[in-house]
């Protein structure tokens, strides 16, 4: 890059900025950060992560973490099962010893280590960003709540499904899938509720009926079992169906009825939790989503291409995203060069992954007699081999 000292602010420190971040200081370049969080870790970060081979490792591996990722993940997470509604397993899946395709890691995880390895001060937190404007020729003011403003060369959206950088490239907006979720947890599961343990194993479990309802739960570090009791369903459900979001009995009564026809054993699942259930609805972008390129600003991870996590792609292409762009403003001539390299490419990686993922959630919440089988993970797992091994040949093709 000719501009040794361009002035680069990535928006949002989740798994997409923070991973462009380290890479772009890997390669010499300097970079803020801008949060909206206090502190790394002052929220409940959500569930667990699988990060594939062929997206998030490649990206793991250009930020030198791919060691330190492998020392914490859980390759034994990488379990399936799928039961119908009454707990009958209708498949299943043990990964075989040394599978490393999909390992998984506790997002809380995943975001300390890539944090600690930002030099110190990179990231600001407590600046929720509120508005961008164009002051021309690629410049650009970010402005935060509080009032604090800073300018850059290069502002990179990596401020998730409600970006604030992505109108200034497209008016694109979240559409509601028609799934809305309750985010629940059992927290020393293999003594405190070993029933649950023995229902969803070492990884993940898979359950629905053929009626749009669902119970998905994944084994997480510290013997916490976390997941989604899902259902088809408008963000305002619990207006029409009298239920108090803050009252835990009142979601539970609710639940009991609405999974009435589920077995006890699968019932204990949905309302057994400990602490309070967490609302929450699918969402994802019109998809496949380009845009015409804006000189001085850009979109990776969710900003760009949120997508219904049936497929497990957001995290790893949001990082994957991070990566790339980062090496392609080491490379390239200028900043607007990389960001439309970049963008040629993420747009080609994306738009496919997002249709089938969104399609994927519609299939697996249909009213149907045909249970809907997930895909055959060893398959899944050699595809994932397979095409890092490609995405590697590419790679080493491009850079000569
Ligand atoms: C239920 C569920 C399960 C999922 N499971 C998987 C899975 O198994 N595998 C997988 O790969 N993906 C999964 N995903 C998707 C994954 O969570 C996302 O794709 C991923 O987190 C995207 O990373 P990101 O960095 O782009 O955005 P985010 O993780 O959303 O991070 C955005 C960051 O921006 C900050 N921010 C937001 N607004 C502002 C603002 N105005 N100013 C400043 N900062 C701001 C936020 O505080 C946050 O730190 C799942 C998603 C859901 C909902």
């Given at each position: 890059m000719t501009n040794?000292?361009?002035?680069?602010?990535?928006?949002?420190?989740?798994?997409?900025?923070?991973?462009?971040?380290?890479?772009?200081?890997?390669?010499?370049?300097?970079?803020?950060?801008?949060?909206?969080?206090?502190?790394?870790?002052?929220?409940?970060?959500?569930?667990?992560?699988?990060?594939?081979?062929?997206?998030?490792?490649?990206?793991?591996?250009?930020?030198?973490?791919?060691?330190?990722?492998?020392?914490?993940?859980?390759?034994?997470?990488?379990?399936?099962?799928?039961r119908d509604h009454h707990g009958t397993v209708l498949a299943e899946f043990t990964p075989g010893p040394g599978d490393e395709a999909a390992p998984e890691i506790d997002r809380g995880r995943l975001r300390r280590l890539l944090f600690d390895h930002l030099r110190?001060?990179?990231?600001?937190?407590?600046?929720?960003?509120?508005?961008?404007?164009?002051?021309?020729?690629?410049?650009?003011?970010?402005?935060?709540?509080?009032?604090?403003?800073?300018?850059?060369?290069?502002?990179?959206?990596?401020?998730g499904a409600w970006s604030k950088v992505r109108p200034l490239v497209s008016d694109a907006a979240p559409q509601h899938l028609g799934v809305c979720f309750l985010d629940a947890r059992f927290d020393e599961v293999d003594s405190r509720h070993p029933e649950v343990a023995g229902i969803v194993g070492d990884g993940h479990m898979f359950s629905n009926d053929n009626d749009g309802r669902a119970v998905i739960l994944q084994r997480n570090g510290d013997g916490v079992v976390r997941g989604y009791i899902a259902f088809r369903a408008a963000p305002d459900w619990h207006v029409g169906a009298g239920v108090d979001l803050t009252d835990r009995e009142s979601i539970r009564s609710h639940l009991a009825r609405e999974f009435g026809h589920w077995s006890a054993a699968m019932r204990a699942l949905i309302v057994r939790n400990d602490g309070d259930y967490v609302p929450r609805s699918f969402w994802a972008l019109p998809a496949p989503l380009t845009w015409e390129h804006v000189p001085g600003v850009t979109l990776i991870g969710d900003a760009a291409h949120l997508m219904a996590p049936f497929g497990?792609?957001?995290?790893?292409?949001?990082?994957?995203?991070?990566?790339?762009?980062?090496?392609?403003?080491?490379r390239a001539a200028g900043l607007d060069e990389a960001v439309a390299q970049y963008e040629s490419g993420m747009f080609a990686r994306s738009g496919e992954l997002a249709v089938s993922s969104n399609e994927a959630l519609v299939r697996f919440f249909a009213t149907t007699d045909e249970p809907d089988l997930p895909p055959d993970p060893e398959q899944e797992h050699r595809d994932y081999l397979a095409r890092a091994e490609a995405y590697r040949q590419e790679r080493a093709r491009r850079a000569g």
């Open positions: 040794s000292t361009p002035r680069i602010c990535v928006v949002g420190a989740g798994p997409a900025g923070l991973t462009c971040a380290r890479v772009l200081q890997g390669n010499g370049i300097g970079v803020t950060v801008y949060d909206a969080d206090d502190a790394v870790d002052s929220r409940d970060p959500g569930g667990t992560l699988d990060l594939h081979a062929d997206s998030g490792q490649i990206a793991l591996a250009d930020a030198g973490l791919l060691d330190a990722f492998m020392a914490q993940a859980r390759p034994e997470g990488q379990a399936k099962a799928r110190p001060g990179t990231v600001r937190w407590g600046h929720r960003l509120v508005r961008v404007t164009p002051l021309g020729r690629g410049g650009h003011r970010l402005e935060f709540e509080g009032g604090t403003t800073v300018e850059a060369d290069l502002v990179i959206g990596a401020d497990g792609h957001g995290a790893n292409l949001a990082m994957l995203d991070g990566a790339e762009l980062a090496h392609a403003v080491s």
